[in-house]
Every structure is written in structure tokens, then in C-alpha cells.
């Protein structure tokens, strides 16, 4: 998904979204980790919930950048570059909850993920957008959020919005099979689920809907534009929370329009400091994170859990203490405390893929998908 040239402010969004994605994933400590940066527990919507709303945004402004026909030119060969990519991003997510292969236990291994969830979002819009007039997209993502709302209310017993009793986690059982899904926050619930993926591919819809306003050469009417497509999606949301909850693991509709509203107005602040300021200079920061986002997401992903299950370092007693592990409790902790150096540790990830990022730039090495 490359545009034919490179937009400084598409850059720098999905710079922003892949370096939050990398800060949120690689605390030194997940016991101590600053509130902001911590997903809330259910409902809610912390700094940590924002960052996959963003970086799906990024992926619908990037196919307003390279979809220049995409309405009503639907053809065997779009159909299978649509397929291609949905079934090479899944299988690369499978790849990450594989890896490390010899620790895997086939019984219990976790099909869903990150990637798969933006495979199969990804395909479901640009499905959309190809077979539909663009002034219908609104309508149709509508339509989703609240058939999605529907799902949800109709098809539970109890709390349709419960941890333990909703509809979304009813339907991953039947499809996956309680032992394939997500295991880390007590009980099995999958956050990347099937159920969420429409109001996902939603997500994706509103960051091409605002990419297309990018595209105007007048930056101070884009401007414009985003800023009022922004506003009302925030308020709306957060207004929709009060029956519906915001809540990140369901994807519920007024989480996709509050978090939406959040990514068009930053998306308008770029815009505003990088279009119309001209302030170019300081955007190579982040582009240099968002010319390779997919690569950086992957290649952190494996190095996070080499790091926690692959390297081991010899303790006191002939105890093994996991590489990362050590590096947090022996150098971030004496010099910034528990918590200081959970978050320096991860300060410090950003930094390191910063440069990997960097390496990548300056040898102009683009990974495509």
C-alpha cells in the first residue's frame, strides 16, 4: 500500500501511530506502567487504547493515496491484490504468535492477533471502497457500527457489554475454540476478534475518507474539512458512550467515533504544523518511523519476545533471568526507580527502532506488502 509520492504528514501520522504502538508494547515492567499508557481495564479509553485506532486510520489514509480509480473498477486483478495482501499481513501476524516455534503449544496457540485483525479490516474496506460510490461510505459505515451495536445487544444473555457474557466472545469460542483465544487478562477473550473486525474495517474507512481531503491542494480548506469531520466524531462518541461504553476490546461504534475524532484532529494538526506552517524540518522524526511502519511493527514484535523468551542471562544460584528482564532490573531500575525505568525502558525501544527506521531510510529500503 505505497502512494505514488511521499506526503510528509501521511508520514508523520503513521510515524506517530508505530512509535506510540512500540512505547505502549515494551514497558520494562508491566506492574509499573503510568496510567496514560495503560489500556483501560474494560471500558474506557486511555492514551494505549488510541494507538490502534491510529495506526488502522493511517491504513485507510494510505489507501486514499494509492486507490486514484477505486470506485466501481472492480476486477479479478484488484480482487486478488486485495486477497494477496490480506492473506500476507495474517500470515505474518501468525508468523509473530509463532515465533518462538519450540515454545509453541499447538493446543492452545493463539490464532488472532494485531496483523490479522488489520489483514482482515483491511480487506473488508477496501472491498468498500472499490464497490462503493465514496458518497455511500458514511452511510455504509453507519450501517456497520450500528448492526455491530445490534449484534451485541441481541445476542447476549446477560450484560450484552460483561467481560464474560458478551456476544463478541461468544462467537470466538464457536469459531476458535476457548484455548485459541487471547489468555493474558485472566480468562480467555480475544481483542482482536471476529466481531470487532467490521466496526474495525470502519476505523480504516474514516482515516480514507479523511485521506481523500488530504489530497486538495487548498491545505488550509483539507484543514478545515478535518477539523469539522473530527469534532463531531469526537463529541459524538464520547455522547454515544453514555449507552453504549467506549470499549476498546468489543470496538464498540462510539469507541470508533470517539477515537476517529481523535486521529482527524491530530491528522489536522499535522496538516497545520507541516502544510500550511511549513515547518518540514522536524516531521523527519517521525517519517522516518512512518515510511516503514509494517517492517518496524514486525521486527519489534519478534524483538520483544526474543528479549523476554529466547535470550536468557545467568543469575545468582545458577538462575536464568530472561534478557530483558535483566536489562530492566539491572540498569533502568538503579538509575530511574520502578516505575521511571519501565517507562525509560520503553523510551529507549522507541529510540532503538527509531534507528533501525533510520537505517531503512537512508538506504531508501521500503518494505511493500
Not at 480467555?188 to 473486525?197: I, K, N, R, S, Y
Amino acid at each position: 500500500m505505497q502512494e505514488k509520492e511521499r506526503y510528509l504528514p501521511l508520514d508523520v501520522f503513521r510515524g506517530i501511530a508505530i512509535a506510540l504502538m512500540i512505547l505502549v508494547n515494551t514497558p520494562g515492567s508491566w506492574q509499573y506502567v503510568y496510567e496514560p499508557l495503560r489500556h483501560s481495564p474494560w471500558h474506557g479509553c486511555t492514551l494505549a487504547d488510541v494507538v490502534f485506532p491510529l495506526f488502522l486510520c493511517a491504513v485507510g489514509l494510505s489507501l486514499a493515496f494509492s486507490f486514484s480509480s477505486r470506485q466501481n473498477d472492480m476486477d479479478a486483478a484488484a480482487g486478488w491484490r486485495i486477497l494477496r495482501r490480506v492473506a500476507l499481513i495474517f500470515l505474518i501476524g501468525l508468523f509473530i504468535n509463532f515465533y518462538p516455534p519450540w515454545l509453541v503449544n499447538c493446543e492452545n496457540f493463539r490464532i488472532m492477533g494485531v496483523l490479522q485483525r488489520i489483514a482482515l479490516a483491511y480487506g473488508i474496506a477496501a472491498l468498500a471502497i472499490h464497490l462503493s460510490p465514496e458518497r455511500y461510505l458514511p452511510a455504509i459505515s453507519a450501517l456497520v457500527l450500528c448492526g455491530h451495536w445490534l449484534f451485541l445487544f441481541l445476542c447476549s444473555s446477560t450484560d450484552p457489554y460483561s467481560q464474560s457474557a458478551n456476544a463478541a466472545l461468544n462467537l470466538d469460542r464457536l469459531v476458535f475454540g476457548e484455548a485459541h483465544l487471547y489468555q493474558g487478562i485472566g480468562f480467555p477473550f480475544e481483542p482482536e476478534g471476529l466481531a470487532g473486525t467490521l466496526p474495525a474495517a470502519v476505523t480504516i474507512l474514516i482515516g480514507y475518507m479523511a485521506g481523500t481531503w488530504l489530497q486538495d491542494t487548498n491545505k488550509q480548506l483539507a484543514l478545515l474539512k478535518l477539523t469539522a469531520y473530527g469534532t463531531p466524531l469526537l463529541f459524538s462518541g464520547y455522547l454515544w458512550g453514555f449507552i453504549l461504553p467506549i470499549n476498546k476490546p468489543l470496538w464498540t461504534g462510539s469507541y470508533v467515533l470517539y477515537t476517529g475524532g481523535i486521529s482527524c484532529l491530530l491528522l489536522a494538526l499535522i496538516v497545520f504544523i507541516f502544510d500550511v506552517k511549513g515547518l518540514n524540518k522536524w516531521g523527519r522524526v517521525f517519517s522516518v518511523f512512518g515510511m516503514n511502519p509494517l517492517a518496524l511493527f514486525v521486527l519489534s514484535s519478534i524483538w520483544i519476545k526474543t528479549m523476554q523468551r529466547v535470550i536468557f542471562i545467568s543469575g545468582p544460584e545458577g538462575t536464568k533471568i530472561a534478557a530483558g528482564a535483566w536489562l530492566y532490573q539491572n540498569i533502568f531500575v538503579p538509575a530511574w526507580g520502578p516505575a521511571g525505568g519501565s517507562l525509560a525502558y520503553a523510551v529507549a525501544h522507541v529510540i532503538l527502532f527509531w534507528f533501525v527506521g533510520l537505517i531503512f531510510y537512508r538506504f531508501k529500503i521500503l518494505v511493500k506488502v
